[in-house]
């Protein structure tokens, strides 16, 4: 079976109720609650978490799965269910979770805000994130329409070289970088 991105879950869930899903993310929580689980997943196609409910019994190795920490990457297999009046608009119920990546346990991003200048210093996390998940989404919204745009007017998009007085590895030896004054030009 193949996986489903959680943004599409969210987009056509009412077609897909009662039916075997199969869904990859990072587990951004796991709560335990003696007989049943939560992990709240995150694949980072959609703002939202998709819950994801393990019933022991129902699950193969419950134990071992409400134990993982957060960060933890798996993958899901099992059955949407709709759930109106509920928090969630609906939730998968697990029949099969396998870990596709470990987390260590001083993994940084928590359940709980963080301040944008802690998020400065774990660079690599930062998609991950709500906040700065929200400006990236923003961000390659308006790249991508700015250059759809100019490419229907018919423009052809060019990374140019960047000619500049600051000495980077050695380039500041290949160009020299002056001020010319036009006055003093030879007409």
Same mark, same amino acid.
């Given at each position: 079976?193949?996986?489903?991105?959680?943004?599409?879950?969210?987009?056509?869930?009412?077609?897909?109720?009662?039916?075997?899903?199969?869904?990859?993310?990072?587990?951004?929580? $796991?709560?335990?609650?003696?007989?049943?689980?939560?992990?709240?997943?995150?694949?980072?196609?959609?703002?939202?978490?998709?819950?994801?409910?393990?019933?022991?019994?129902?699950? !193969?190795?419950?134990?071992?799965?409400? *134990?993982? @920490?957060?960060?933890?990457? $798996?993958?899901?297999?099992?059955?949407?269910?709709?759930?109106?009046?509920? *928090?969630?608009?609906?939730?998968? *119920?697990?029949?099969?979770?396998?870990?596709?990546?470990?987390?260590?346990?001083?993994? !940084?991003?928590? *359940?709980?805000?963080? @301040? !944008?200048?802690?998020?400065?210093?774990?660079?690599?996390?930062?998609?991950?994130?709500?906040?700065?998940?929200?400006?990236?989404?923003?961000?390659?919204?308006?790249?991508?329409?700015?250059?759809?745009?100019?490419?229907?007017?018919?423009?052809?998009?060019?990374?140019?070289?960047?000619?500049?007085?600051?000495?980077?590895?050695?380039?500041?030896?290949?160009?020299?970088?002056?001020?010319?004054?036009?006055?003093?030009? !030879?007409?």
């Amino acid at each position: 079976m193949e996986r489903m991105r959680i943004a599409a879950l969210f987009a056509d869930r009412e077609s897909l109720d009662g039916k075997e899903v199969v869904v990859c993310g990072w587990a951004r929580t $796991i709560r335990d609650m003696k007989g049943f689980g939560f992990i709240e997943l995150n694949d980072g196609t959609f703002f939202k978490n998709l819950q994801v409910v393990l019933i022991d019994g129902r699950l !193969p190795g419950f134990k071992d799965a409400v *134990k993982l @920490s957060v960060g933890t990457a $798996i993958k899901v297999t099992g059955v949407l269910e709709l759930t109106p009046g509920m *928090k969630q608009p609906f939730e998968i *119920k697990a029949d099969e979770l396998s870990v596709e990546g470990t987390c260590p346990a001083d993994y !940084p991003l928590q *359940k709980k805000r963080h @301040s !944008p200048e802690f998020l400065r210093t774990i660079a690599h996390l930062r998609p991950r994130a709500n906040l700065f998940q929200c400006a990236f989404r923003v961000r390659s919204a308006a790249a991508q329409a700015i250059h759809r745009f100019f490419h229907d007017k018919g423009y052809l998009y060019v990374h140019t070289p960047l000619i500049t007085g600051s000495d980077c590895e050695g380039a500041g030896e290949m160009f020299r970088v002056t001020t010319l004054d036009p006055d003093a030009l !030879p007409m």
